[in-house]
């Protein structure tokens, strides 16, 4: 595939998280139709229906933008890649989180309508409490060491599955029920449905969610910190390290060319020295 230029990502990101947000709000809107006097059975719907559209989403869109659909996501992949000059740019962030924003807002807008309620409703759920916030924390850090995981060990390719799995698990596990993204939680102020939060509860949540990001900037280089490189191998030259095929080439920064290889997060690709022809391995090794 061509390399898409910033607008296809930004459209891109747009859509994804438009498609989220519709997931989120309509299933919301479906289960309280469906199940009204038990709300065991309300998660249970919401969780796998958001998981699955989440999987979905990430398989339509990943091969354009890398489907970060997450404020958080980028912020992290800005930050991680600032010291090797990899990740996203400034004006990539600020042009993915605007994207990420506005998606949000209009899949809330449009999950509202294909159930006929107001296109645009402020909500009154309180989400409050520190349980609550210590639980955006965890459903957040933990959300991205696994992106992390998967693109710094060369399994990018598990992301869609791996990812709508932990999110549809966090649901569950977190008293918060894993908003775990400050773009999904801006656009449910905006909804009636079970799925809103009050304007009053977002503050919180926002910084609980940067808090995540935090830990999580601060774990991965501890983690994986030669994530791309793999062992020399017998009789090579041990001052020289091979990278990691799964890693893919080392890419620029700047330009429609810095695109990495996996979901977000991307590993660190240092300049490679040269090798003498007679000690290159072969293209099999």
């Keep these: 595939m061509k390399h898409p230029s910033l607008t296809q990502r930004l459209l891109a990101e747009f859509l994804g998280t438009a ?57 992290a992949d800005w930050i991680l890649g600032r010291r090797t000059g990899t990740g996203l740019t400034t004006k990539e962030l600020i042009g993915y989180v605007g994207a990420q924003v506005t998606g949000a807002l209009a899949g809330t807008a449009l999950g509202n309508a294909m ?6 409703a402020i909500a009154d759920t309180t989400r409050s409490g520190g349980h609550i916030l210590l639980s955006e924390v965890v459903a957040t850090t933990g959300l991205l060491v696994l992106i992390a995981a998967l693109t710094r060990s060369g399994r990018g390719a598990s992301g869609p599955g791996a990812v709508g799995a932990y999110i549809g698990a966090a649901c569950w596990f977190t008293s918060s029920t ?4 400050p773009a999904v939680t801006i656009a449910r102020m905006f909804t009636g449905t079970e799925a809103g939060i009050a304007p009053a509860s977002v503050p919180g949540f926002l910084l609980a969610q940067a808090a995540g990001v935090a ?33 893919g080439p080392p890419v620029p920064r700047s330009g429609a060319h810095r695109l990495h290889g996996g979901t977000a997060l991307n590993p660190r690709v240092p300049a490679q020295r040269s090798l003498p022809r007679a000690n290159r391995p072969s293209a099999a090794a």
């Design 115 to 120: 159930f006929d309620r107001p296109v645009t």
């Design 178 to 181: 894993c908003f775990a993204n």
């Design 215 to 247: 830990l999580t900037c601060g774990l991965v280089p501890l983690l994986y910190p030669r994530a791309d490189r793999v062992p020399v191998e017998r009789g090579q030259d041990a001052t020289v390290s091979r990278p990691n095929p799964a890693a």
């Design 19 to 75: 498609l989220l947000l519709v997931a989120v709000v309509g299933t919301s809107a479906m289960a309280a139709d469906l199940s009204p006097g038990d709300a065991g059975v309300r998660l249970l719907q919401n969780s796998c229906a958001v998981a699955l559209a989440l999987v979905a989403a990430i398989h339509t869109f990943g091969p354009v933008s890398r489907a970060h659909f997450n404020p958080a996501v980028s912020a």
